[in-house]
């Protein structure tokens, strides 16, 4: 599978959650990292271009900061010139998700928080889109208040965000295990996680497991 | 009350609805139509310019054709620009509506539909920013399949579009009524109505008062 992820942000380098996200993408095969206002500093998208990129991938990711509830205007440009009723079989079968980076704490986004609606409900045109095309719209990935995570929050958060851009919708245990084991040895390899990280990791790993396999007992008891 | 048309869409040329309905504003008094495409070729918005305009107008109605169920992405980038949460104590109690044409019929726009959404569910963003800036969210305005409608219809929708700029958001059946009775001077003054559009806009408004008045009057027999 290759994901494209399609980048709006107007100052990545004064933004250090997409330095930090840019940085989870650079050893990930098959993910192309593509920035809008880097590749358009014009702000003139290429059409033809973007729509071969487009139809080379299969999972197509927004990735954006919250601006207005809604992406940077170059985003919503790159929409208006790059997207195309008439391509929708040529299109047809990819996956789309939104990488959201919001200031706001995520407990606004809800009925009676401050911001009123949840991120689901103001990211309604993207889904919109999704339905459009027939393409199968991923849960929404948010990250809010970056600034104010611990260093094992962010490491946590990157296992996350590459597993969105990487491993199936509905994955199972298997699955996401052994690519937890993968990542383990390129983490090992890297000096950027020190070895309490690391055990910590691990340690929420075996957590995740366990709960489930719990579950899965649970299940099993029900069907006796 | 002054209300501020903040019109975008890249052709307004080749546009009948546009053409029709900025021929609608022409003749009223306190409404001031901006129109981005055509005051910023470049794209390049004036913060400072669209900020005081802003400040001097008590409506401000974003009107726009549904591109991928949003502004098209000059729009967005004028509330990139030019929205400010620092400025919601100088901003405050404005009224903020939505004028948005769509090609699609309207009954896609629900649940079980083609459109999935309802045009109120799509249009959260700007919901979520007059929640931000405090401002009264009115009705969104939503014009559908204009190229099918019949001259009758066209010229209730003119009415009822002229009513959403200059009226206050819950008139009485008095204000509406004088309102509509002033129109009617316009238009016997001017040469686009036949008189037996006339006629009929005359008609449907009686009706509705007729309406209006079994109401009350159903409303003051529960009250004996």
Redesign the interface.
């Known amino acids: 599978m290759k994901t494209l992820i399609i980048l709006s942000h107007p100052d990545v380098a004064g933004s250090t959650t997409q330095q930090f996200l840019m940085a989870a993408t650079q050893t990930l095969e098959n993910v192309t990292l593509h920035h809008l206002e880097k590749h358009y500093p014009t702000?003139k998208i290429d059409r033809v271009y973007e729509q071969a990129l487009l139809a080379e991938h299969d999972r197509i990711i927004f990735q954006f900061p919250l601006?207005?509830?809604?992406?940077?205007?170059?985003l919503?440009?790159w929409?208006?010139v790059v997207?195309d009723e008439k391509k929708i079989t040529d299109w047809q079968g990819k996956e789309f998700g939104i990488v959201v980076i919001a200031g706001v704490a995520k407990k606004e986004y809800q009925a009676g928080g401050r911001?009123?609606?949840t991120m689901d409900?103001?990211m309604?045109?993207?889904?919109?889109?999704a339905?459009?095309f027939k393409w199968q719209y991923l849960p929404i990935f948010g990250i809010y208040q970056f600034a104010y995570m611990t260093e094992t929050c962010k490491q946590k958060l990157l296992i996350r965000y590459q597993q969105y851009l990487m491993l199936g919708n509905s994955q199972t245990l298997a699955e996401r295990t052994a690519w937890f084991q993968n990542q383990l040895i390129s983490i090992s390899l890297s000096k950027e996680a020190s070895l309490h990280d690391k055990i910590d990791l691990i340690k929420e790993q075996l957590q995740t497991n366990q709960e489930e396999l719990e579950m899965l007992r649970f299940t099993l008891d029900e069907l006796e």
Chains 1, 2 share one sequence.
């Open positions: 702000g601006y207005w509830y809604s992406s940077p205007s170059l919503k440009e929409q208006d997207l911001e009123i609606f409900e103001l309604r045109p993207y889904q919109a889109i339905n459009k």
